[in-house]
């Protein structure tokens, strides 16, 4: 039995990195929109008897990649696969995991019982919320793109370099940061008032003359990034600040909110596939490998049932 990859439109430029890191190349599939709307897919390869892997972050426009992979999913379970993984590099909705209001549905949990529907495993990159995991009626592994991260911004870090987290809920995080390297700890107490609206109230911490490099799980529309830095800066924090964020969404406004600041360097990796020329400092890094080696692993570590 051998690996075998397919990448949703989402997905295609690191199912190519991550191929070329397997010494393979991705799978031959039609995706395209019949002019109802509707998307047509195609699975152009063999796959009977084969462990296959698609590659598709749920990214904008959601709804669109989140049923690609379901109905990759499906034609391969249908021509034969053994096994089918997504491998969801971001994963959408997955801040959806609570009932806020009490008006809601639980996004999360939504598209987690959904997946498990076609797809058998589901290898996914810095979850939001790792207690998602228990959504899952089916096994997901979880790899994190941190120490990649945190060896990018090595080169840059200084005696004066303060870690931020700009919301209680990237702590945890904002820990793991430190815990590499070894730097001090601020934290920014955020209030959202809808989806792009939030503002800093107040920040624990020194961070007066000190460079601040602030870290969280995504950037979405650079809301909580732009009020965190501003607060900093308030506060007397230097003029000179590094962004770090597995997920650079840059949804809505982020683009111009970012390129208002003083930010030297926004490092991220490439979970979602974006333009160039963004007009931002923008570091980032591949998660290719980090992927191919899980992928191998769990390859290695799978034994069919009959
Ligand atoms: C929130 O809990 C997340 O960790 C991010 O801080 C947030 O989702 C980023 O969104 P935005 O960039 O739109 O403020």
New binding site residues.
């Given amino acids: 039995m051998d690996i075998i990859l397919f990448a949703g439109r989402a997905g295609r430029t690191l199912a190519g990195g991550i191929a070329a890191a397997l010494d393979l190349t991705v799978g031959r599939s039609v995706l395209e929109e019949f002019p109802d709307g509707e998307i047509h897919v195609e699975i152009e390869e063999e796959v009977r008897g084969r462990d296959v892997f698609l590659v598709q972050s749920t990214c904008a426009p959601v709804g669109r990649n989140l049923l690609e992979i379901l109905l990759l999913a499906d034609g391969c379970r249908r021509r034969g696969a053994v096994r089918v993984t997504a491998v969801i590099p971001y994963f959408g909705y997955a ?1 959806q995991d609570r009932r806020v209001t009490g008006k809601e549905p639980i996004g999360a949990r939504v598209v987690a019982e959904l997946l498990a529907t076609r797809i058998d495993r589901v290898l996914t990159v810095d979850l ?1 919320n790792p207690a998602i995991e228990g959504f899952f009626g089916i096994p997901l592994d979880h790899v994190s793109a941190v120490p990649l991260l945190a060896e990018a911004f090595l080169s840059h870090r200084s005696e004066e370099s303060v870690l931020v987290a ?2 209680l ?2 702590a945890k995080l904002v820990q793991r940061y430190a815990d590499l390297l070894r730097l001090p700890v601020a934290y920014a107490h ?1 209030i ?1 008032h809808g ?2 609206s ?1 503002t800093v109230r107040e920040i624990s911490g020194e961070v007066r003359d000190r460079r601040p490099v602030v870290v ?11 009020s965190a830095i501003e607060a900093l800066l308030e506060k007397g924090a230097r003029p000179e600040v590094t962004v770090i964020a597995s997920h650079g ?1 840059l ?2 406004d ?1 683009r111009e909110r970012l390129a208002a600041l003083p930010i030297r360097r926004i490092i991220t990796t490439d979970s979602v596939p974006r333009g160039e020329n963004l007009g931002l400092p923008l570091e980032v890094l591949s998660l290719r490998q980090l992927l191919a080696e899980r992928i191998v692993e769990l390859h290695r570590g799978f034994v069919p049932q009959n």
């Fill in positions: 801040r939001h700009p919301d809920g990237a955020k959202r989806g792009d939030v969280d799980d995504m950037i979405s529309t650079g809301g909580t990034m732009a969404l949804a809505g982020a």
